[in-house]
């Protein structure tokens, strides 16, 4: 527990004059003192005046904290304290046109100026001129535009426009996908853009002020997933695998038809669709994530959205887990008993395929909820069972599964725990649940940023003890627990 905030002025001398190891810890106190989660405390007018006025005078290293708390206060919304931010907008601007290799300091100024897009004409001639970081620069660049319906990009500038750059191809596909949106739908997602963008600028300002660092955001190393040309067999390869499942409404056994599968017991049909079973009982097109947004997503995730989703969620900004270290971990952890294995949200695939060169394709059963992944996984994995359903109610009798394996997905269902519940209830006696998730950020200030995208993305992040109390309540042990940054990689082994 924080003890009571000191004033402003006492906390903003005890940061200035900290040692380097206390500073950070100093600058929380500074923060805390006026601001708590996206509000703003009393205190928080006049520290706005005072951090405004002082940044210049900051000692080395200690500017960019502050530029940060400057950002974050604007942020709150008070447009009292916009104002005092904004009139030390000259200091911010000097700052930039001295800035050489300081890299905390680049970020959060760039976080700080993105909120004045009215300033737009006296920023950015400084900021081009400054030795940002491309990403940094891109991402203030579309911070201060103004909406124009008829830009392209709109939907898909995070985590960088630019990084975005598209085939004669994309572009009309994102030509015709921006033809089907309205203006209100069109405003909705520049709205959610650019707060995501803010979101993400605050989080790499956070963690460069934290440990004075931050690397460059290349797209992540993945090997690309090639996609047969071939359309695959409308009825799904089962691989022996369809006595072990069940109806998702009733429970009963299932039978294999001419178009799906039928229960036997309550006689609900389940198509078969483009190669894989759908047990989803949904509309296609509904619960979609990933394709929901831009059309772009599905090519675009894995070499760009999912590493930058693990920079923010997993303060991976300095990549601790690279997607090597992935692959080992689910090579060292999965160790199934008898019977498939599921992995639980499949998503595009990657790393399924990593499950299948462990096990061979017969073994795995690629699961999702979303239709437009699983028509893609029959693709990417054609030798593996594809099954769309929801992890709330998982199709496998009791005890049927060899090992579950839930990667990077279990913060995106709307009922993680009761998913958990499902994979303890399917799992065979002493057979692994891998499972790669998100912590809470215990950093108040980093918390906030990562709050944001959970609320932009629609996705959560969890408190460990929580998280072990439901793995011991649906009758597992975790035997390895891995939680580099805010990672929660986990492997339990069903009781
Ligand atoms: C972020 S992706 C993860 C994909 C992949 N496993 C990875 O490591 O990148 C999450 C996936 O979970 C799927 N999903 C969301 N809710 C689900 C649910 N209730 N049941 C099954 N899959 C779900 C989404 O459709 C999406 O493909």
């Known amino acids: 527990m924080r003890a009571q905030p000191a004033a402003f002025s006492e906390c903003l001398e005890l940061f200035s004059h900290a040692e380097e190891e206390e500073a950070y810890s100093r600058y929380l106190d500074l923060l805390l003192s006026v601001w708590s989660d996206g509000s703003a405390l009393p205190g928080a007018p006049r520290a706005a005046e005072d951090a405004a006025e002082k940044i210049r005078q900051a000692p080395d290293g200690r500017r960019g904290h502050l530029a940060l708390l400057l950002g974050l ?21 000097a700052l930039l046109d001295t800035l050489r290799d300081e890299v905390p300091l680049g970020t959060a100024l760039v976080y700080l100026l993105a909120h004045f897009p009215e300033d737009a004409d006296r920023i950015l001639p400084t ?22 319906p008829e830009s392209p990009g ?16 994309e572009r009309d596909q994102e030509r015709r996908w921006l033809a089907t949106l309205g203006h209100e739908a069109k405003t909705a997602f520049w709205e959610k853009d650019t707060r995501t963008l803010l979101a993400y600028m605050g989080a790499k300002a956070a963690c460069a002020v934290a440990t004075g660092r931050v690397e460059s955001e290349a797209p992540a190393e993945v090997d690309p997933v090639l996609l047969p040309d071939r359309a695959a067999a409308e009825m799904p390869q089962f691989n022996g695998h369809l006595d072990l499942m069940h109806c998702p409404a009733c429970r ?43 059309p772009l997503y599905l090519s675009w995730y894995e070499p760009l959205l999912r590493p930058a ?33 599921l ?29 437009t992944m699983a028509a893609r996984l029959t693709k990417v994995v054609p030798d593996s069972l594809v099954v769309r359903g929801s992890g709330g109610g998982i199709p496998f009798a009791d005890g049927s599964l060899g090992a579950v394996n839930c990667w990077n ?3 995106s269902i709307d009922q993680p725990f009761a998913t958990v519940r499902e994979v303890g209830r399917c799992l065979g006696k002493g057979g692994t649940f891998t499972m790669l998730t998100y912590r809470k950020s215990h950093d108040p200030l980093y918390r906030y940023f990562q709050r944001q995208h959970e609320e932009c993305l629609g996705v959560a992040a969890f408190d460990q003890k929580e998280m072990n109390e439901a793995l011991d309540s649906a009758e597992m042990d975790v035997v390895d627990e891995y939680t580099p940054g805010t990672f929660l990689i986990v492997t339990a082994v069903r009781r």
């Open 343 to 371: 992995d639980l949200g499949a998503g595009t695939g990657r790393w399924t395929q990593v499950l299948t060169r462990i096990l061979g394709g017969e073994r795995v059963v690629a699961f999702d909820l979303a239709a």
């Open 409 to 411: 997905t279990v913060q």
């Open 73 to 93: 206060l604007t942020e709150t919304g008070e447009p009292g304290l916009r104002r005092r931010v904004r009139a030390g907008l000259h200091h911010y601007l």
């Open 309 to 341: 989703f693990l920079r923010v969620n997993g303060t991976n900004w300095n990549g601790a887990v690279s997607v090597a270290d992935e692959d080992r971990y689910l090579a060292e952890h999965v160790r199934p008993v008898d019977g498939p294995l």
């Open 127 to 148: 900021a081009r001129k400054a030795p940002l970081d491309p990403d940094d620069l891109a991402r203030l660049e579309r911070c201060l535009a103004s909406f124009d």
């Open 252 to 294: 009963g056994r299932l039978s294999r038809r001419a178009t799906g599968v039928v229960c036997r017991d309550c006689a609900v049909g389940y198509p078969a669709r483009q190669g894989y079973l759908d047990l989803s009982g949904e509309a296609v097109g509904t619960g979609d994530q990933i394709a929901g947004n831009s």
């Open 154 to 169: 709109i939907g898909r500038s995070w985590p960088s426009p630019a990084r975005w750059v598209l085939s004669h191809a």
